[in-house]
């Protein structure tokens, strides 16, 4: 089996690209969470806020909203040049 270098170094990139992605939607889920979430005392709060996080992370490194997926499909051009719209 034969391997391009270019095809190679696209991988890491690649991988970057999407851990932001994936990054980008725990913040946005995140942020509709706290929204979705009754507001209480100071203790309820950060207990939410860190529910809220956990939450969020998970679903976003699963399927989530699918919203990575999406930026990853859409920001990536032929060639292993990301491309930002």
Not at 69 to 83: A, I, T, V
Request: hydrophobic share 45%.
């Amino acid at each position: 089996m034969r391997v391009e270098a270019g095809a190679a170094a696209v991988e890491p990139e690649r991988e970057k690209a999407l851990k932001a992605a994936q990054g980008f939607e725990a913040v946005f889920l995140k942020e509709l969470l706290k929204l979705a979430m009754p507001s209480g005392n100071r203790e309820e709060s950060v207990y939410g806020d860190c529910l809220a996080d956990a939450l969020s992370r998970e679903a976003a490194g699963g399927r989530g909203l699918g919203l990575a997926g999406w930026m990853m499909e859409n920001g990536l051009k032929s060639g292993g040049k990301l491309r930002i719209t």
